[in-house]
DNA sequence: ATAATAAACGTATTTTATACATTTATAAAA
DNA sequence: TTTTATAAATGTATAAAATACGTTTATTAT
């Protein structure tokens, strides 16, 4: 028997049955606009609709690697950036029992998932303009996730999560006028991105948007810890 | 009966059962420097025990009228600035049981407490650099909770929910020092603090801390709104 | 050779941040 | 009642960063 009192059970006891699980905000970028990856339901309550991708967290898991797991098992990538976003602990937002979630946003290389094993689960990357009704209070996750993403992109960068490791600078542009949804002037980003010497430019060029070829260049994460250490914070 | 059906009741029953819980981080400020209000932990288990204060969340209510349930019942305060800081759901925080714990951080004015609601239940402020060992996770939370104040105080102006209603630029100053552990340079901090135009000046004087006097301000947050609606975010 | 075009580089102007000096209002001491 | 002391308030010159906009370059297709 367990070293614990009663009181001890009791302590633990005291509070009601909550269920608690967590969804992903899964975002994408293909050069031209945030993708989000969502899926249809296969199984009841809501079978048939669409809903983020989520589980119950089991009681041998962390919340974050619950999310993990569920990520994995649909998209086949492993250390992926993700973050939590907040908890969505109303009373009602479950009509079919009381539960709680936590919502936790992942950036992912579209080029790099496993597409046989996110076609084989239903999921469906949508353009974030054209997302459908989605399942309980799964719209809003969606909605506060997107003003999370542009706070942070303008304080880490994390938008290189969402590239290829290695981009051109226009590449690089388009991913931010895609969060940001504004065009930025390319002499000023292109002085800007160099300026904070977070890039490696290599000698590759990538010839698929222009004649003359952008030079394609990797993100220095050593770099940019460095500039973080010293205070220095990235702004766009 | 209700509806469901036991596919449902199924579905909902599958997962494993997890305590959760919240935790307040309450900061104040005393025209000094920043203080944490903890209390020594009167039952089991970790009686005696410095702790954060919080709650399990019970079935009737939502995670964040959870934490402010606690907060008013120490405090005696209602309609306190209170923000998610994150879930901690690993799964041997809490040796006793499988318990997560959404922390949130409060920002109060001290002035405003119930001192008496406080210390009887053994409730203390503490200055930031003399906090002791702390339950659990607690002193995590802690430290989490300070690098989001800073940040979050960086782009929004959550430093007036520290300050009285009436305060001086002085005293505004003197916050965001203790806030960033740095000296500004008290014409430059004044300049950028009216520059932002979210004050309102008034007649009164603070002649607490000197012969002269400092002109009382307030926050103005109609001309915030809109300082943020226009897309401008205060910068310190 | 020439045209077409995205990529890359450059420069002038405005705005914002920083560094530092001076004046002002007031209570208490001389 | 003048003088002194001091935090508060105002001012100004310089440096750095953001913005606006013009030009050159490398390459493929005509």
Redesign the interface.
Known sequence: MNP??T??ID??A????????TDCIIFGFDNESIKLLIFKRR???FKGQWSLIGS?????????DAAKRVLTEITGLENVFMK?L??Y???DRDP?????T?GQYALIRIEEQDKTLVEKHGAVWHDLHEIPDLVLDHNTLVKDALVQLK?KAS?QPIGFELLPKKFTIPNLQRLYEAIYQKKFDDRNFRKKIIALDVLTKLEEKDKSTSKKGAFLHKFNKEKYNKLVNRGINFRL
Do not use: W
Not at 14 to 21: F, G, L, S, V, Y
């Open positions: 614990m009192s009181q001890l302590y633990y005291a509070e009601d049955k909550i269920h608690i699980a199984v009841d309550p119950f967290v089991k009681a041998t898991e962390s919340v974050n939590q907040k908890v602990g109303g009373v079919g029992a009381r539960c709680i936590v706070l304080y």
